[in-house]
């Protein structure tokens, strides 16, 4: 067995790896290009492949630029909220005698939706998404 140190490998050639091309559909390849928060200069006129887009010709001009988001938001949070009423009607379901204290003492019962941040009406009849 040789000792001491191995024998350099050879030098594979470098093979650049294929670039993986994200393309979500939503905009042209010329507005896929990275945008510049300038605002537009009126002598270049419309773009061209070689001009850059700015931020106002590829956005609608709201900050988060998606109401698709806006909506995906809200039924995350009326999930959460229909979690929440299943979950304190899970606990009434399996302490005996948490029902009648519900129903006889005010205070009780409002500190239980409390803790669960959901409402008596939620409760008693679910959430229905005009209510979150």
Do not use: C, Q
């Amino acid at each position: 067995m040789p000792r001491g140190p191995s024998a350099p490998k050879p030098a594979t050639p470098s093979v650049p790896s294929p670039r993986l091309h994200l393309h979500d559909g939503s905009r042209t390849h010329a507005e896929a290009r990275i945008a510049i928060a300038a605002e537009p200069d009126p002598e270049e006129g419309f773009a061209t492949p070689t001009r850059r887009f700015t931020l106002a010709e590829i956005t609608s001009g709201l900050p988060d630029d998606s109401r698709e988001e806006d909506e995906r938001a809200e039924a995350r949070r009326l999930r959460e909220l229909r979690g929440r009423v299943k979950a304190a009607r899970a606990v009434v379901s399996t302490t005996p005698g948490l029902a009648g204290t519900l129903a006889a003492n005010w205070r009780r019962a409002a500190e239980f939706y409390a803790r669960f941040g959901v409402t008596e009406s939620m409760f008693r009849s679910g959430v229905r998404s005009a209510e979150a």
